[in-house]
């Protein structure tokens, strides 16, 4: 939901009235006059919809800044409306539909890949926008009105310009062979009929007790409700029993940020306005700060509520990046103030502030180069710690080097070929494992991306990696087997990158995308260029927008989510515009990575046992003993951080691979001296897991502390 804009001067008082997420009101002198209606949403009966007039590129609340667009309805229709929205988990296109917290996913009604808007749609039907979401506008299907662009500010919502090609080209798609252990995809089973990830897994991150967190928006369903009757919007799933609990929290973490805290504390950052027509107990998310505590040793944590004591961050963030630094203090960087058009300047936030080592705003909002020369494609950008303390960021083409001590651009970096990397045609970027072999320098891929935000844009496919502080730093370009958006790396405790989700056509938003990319991908980034890429094997579950996946401490990866619509619905409703031929995915996934498929399987180490676990980045030792299987040749020790997952962004994701001594190779009782890294730029505070390799296979990996 967008935040009002300021009130439009007007004769008469003008007040909004909260209804439903698909009619927004004005009362002008007692008489309740809808501004404009969207697309019937799944969260709205529709006998008869009323007419689609929404400019494409505005939010459906976006009260205060439209112009009266449809005839006069009267309180009592409006109320009505209100009441046929409450709870509604599949459209209610069934005038007497009630809601149905029991109703199970139909098996046989598998989302249609193939699936494009009704051809016979005019172009007023196919430009209303339900997407709650910030929209850029699309190509238009008629007689082109201005010049080619290429910075996806195109389309009837700009001018009527055409989205044109890269500026610069980037490889085409490139072949990927079968690896020869491809592993296995597992659906879980739930914990009950009709309950498996029990929220839409919009954001999440591993915890210190083993369990998932799963936090998403305010929703007209989903599959747990709370004590207080109201549906939950976040839930903590246990891998080890595939049981999930449901969390209340008080604020719309809807497309939050994210971080854990060096004392541990998970929080998300920022978020949406509150849909009290839906939820009236959970408030204004866009300037609000979360925090969740967990231990690996103090089971009275689990299950226990998101805190939130009130505090806020310096300004409304709806799509901030968040990178912890070496000092624990949070950057937090870009968003939208209210959820409308971002190419209006005035709806955006290209700005960043700093949060203490408590979580706490210093009250300064700060502007940032980047984000404001990559307007409209400014949030979600990629972030990541280098080893001299300064941060990678990359926006849309654009990257660089900047000092957060000084407030300074360091370098410029070279813009990476192909289409936009971020927000709203984001892919997936990856600080590849750190090592003192080569100093701990760092070493950044970005794959995937798009050209504009609508169901017929294109995805690239391309990869570029860059040495961001070499002395001559520059993309070398590889690419993928087919392109994709929403696609997203998770570092293994081999070295090895995989990357899962997305679609082949499309973009992010509600209904903006089909051709779901269900192939693993296995990347190796020690193998030569050309050499890389191997595919595992293919989910039959579509995972676009709003889908995550998190690896386990038993090195398995979690995949979860997808909710490209705006609010859930179990079965597909074919010839809607925005689409819904995908359903809310309330499934779990586990893949299984070859180094724990097929024989692999029964060579885990065991034993696991660790001298020290609250450990320092200053290049003190501690000490590990654990069972090697026999005949062993090679051992390897991971400090591995899984970050905060959401949007095919995993921030503050990162894996350094620790020097050891006393190895015996053949021998089944080991004792390794482990060294830590020399400093917190490597390794900056917080909750990590230690994961130990034999021959590439994983031990089940053990929650450390980095002070």
Not at 64 to 86: C, D, G, W, Y
Not at 146 to 161: M, R, S
Not at 223 to 249: C, H, M, R, W
Not at 291 to 313: C, F, H, M, V
Request: charged share 10%; hydrophobic share 35%; aromatic share 6%.
């Amino acid at each position: 939901m967008a935040r009002a804009a300021p009130p439009m001067a007007a004769p008469s008082v003008i007040r909004t009235v909260k209804s439903t997420p698909a009619l927004a009101a004005q009362v002008l002198d007692g008489v309740v006059t809808p501004r404009y209606t969207v697309a019937p949403a799944a969260s709205l009966a529709a006998p008869p919809p009323l007419p689609r007039q929404t400019p494409p590129h505005l939010g459906p609340m976006a009260v205060a800044a439209l112009p009266l667009l449809v005839p006069l309805v009267t309180p009592k229709a409006l109320t009505e409306v209100a009441a046929q929205s409450m709870g509604c988990q599949n459209g209610c296109n069934n005038p007497s539909a009630t809601p149905n917290p029991s109703a199970a996913p139909n098996p046989s009604a598998a989302p249609n890949p193939s699936a494009t808007p009704n051809p016979s749609q005019t172009e007023s039907d196919t430009a209303t926008s339900a997407s709650q979401e910030p929209i850029l506008g699309k190509p238009t299907t008629g007689p082109n009105n201005g010049p080619a662009t290429t910075d996806g500010t195109c389309g009837v919502a700009n001018g009527g310009t055409v989205c044109g090609p890269p500026v610069v080209a980037a490889p085409g798609p490139s072949p990927a062979p079968a690896n020869p252990n491809p592993g296995t995809i597992t659906i879980l089973p739930g914990s009950a009929p009709n309950v498996q990830a029990g929220v839409p897994a919009m954001h999440a991150g591993l915890m210190q007790n083993g369990r998932v967190i799963f936090l998403d928006k305010v929703e007209n369903y989903t599959q747990i409700k709370l004590p207080n009757g109201q549906f939950a919007y976040s839930a903590e799933y246990d891998p080890a029993t595939n049981q999930v609990v449901g969390l209340p929290y008080k604020t719309n973490a809807f497309c939050s940020g994210g971080a854990f805290l060096a004392d541990g504390r998970f929080v998300s950052i920022g978020g949406n306005a509150p849909l009290d027509f839906i939820d009236p107990t959970v408030g204004d998310g866009f300037d609000a700060i979360r925090y969740l505590s967990r231990s690996a040793t103090d089971a009275g944590l689990n299950g226990q509520a998101w805190q939130e004591p009130g505090n806020k961050i310096a300004s409304a963030r709806w799509y901030a990046s968040v990178q912890t630094m070496p000092d624990g203090t949070l950057f937090v960087a870009s968003g939208s103030l209210n959820g409308l058009d971002p190419t209006v300047k005035e709806n955006n936030n290209p700005t960043y502030e700093i949060l203490d080592a408590q979580g706490v705003s210093n009250g300064k909002n700060i502007p940032m180069e980047i984000l404001d020369k990559n307007q409209p494609y400014y949030m979600y950008p990629f972030i990541h710690l280098l080893n001299n303390g300064q941060l990678f960021v990359a926006v849309s083409k654009s990257a660089e080097i900047f000092d957060v001590a000084i407030n300074a651009v360091v370098k410029e970096l070279p813009d990476l070929p192909g289409d936009h990397r971020t927000y709203p045609n984001t892919g997936g970027s990856v600080l590849l494992p750190l090592s003192s072999a080569n100093g701990y320098a760092p070493d950044v891929i970005i794959c995937g991306g798009g050209a504009y935000q609508d169901i017929t844009s294109p995805t690239d496919p391309s990869c570029g990696r860059m040495q961001p502080l070499a002395a001559n730093p520059n993309w070398e370009m590889d690419s993928m087997p087919e392109g994709r958006g929403m696609v997203e790396g998770t570092l293994l405790p081999d070295g090895t990158v995989i990357w899962v989700n997305g679609a082949n056509v499309g973009a992010q938003g509600f209904g903006v995308a089909t051709a779901p990319t269900l192939e693993v991908l296995i990347y190796d980034p020690v193998q030569p260029l050309g050499q890389r890429w191997t595919h595992g094997p293919s989910s039959t579950i579509a995972r676009l927008y709003h889908s995550v996946a998190v690896l386990l401490l038993d090195g398995t990866l979690m995949i979860a989510g997808s909710n490209p619509v705006e609010q859930p619905i179990l079965t597909p409703v074919p010839n809607r515009v925005p689409s819904e031929d995908f359903v809310t995915e309330f499934r779990v996934e586990i893949y299984t990575p070859p180094y724990l498929s097929g024989t692999n399987a029964n060579k885990r180490p065991t034993r696991l046992r660790l001298s020290s676990k609250s450990l320092k980045a200053d290049g003190s030792t501690f000490t590990v003993q654990f069972t090697a299987p026999a005949n062993n040749k090679a051992v390897k020790v991971a400090l591995y951080h899984g970050g905060f997952v959401t949007h095919s962004l995993h921030m503050n994701h990162r894996m350094v691979f620790l020097d050891t001594t006393g190895y015996r190779a053949g021998a089944t009782s080991q004792t390794l001296l482990v060294k830590m890294p020399p400093n917190r730029n490597v390794a900056q505070p917080g909750p990590y897991v230690v994961y130990v390799t034999v021959d590439g296979v994983p031990a089940i990996g053990q929650f450390v502390s980095v002070a």
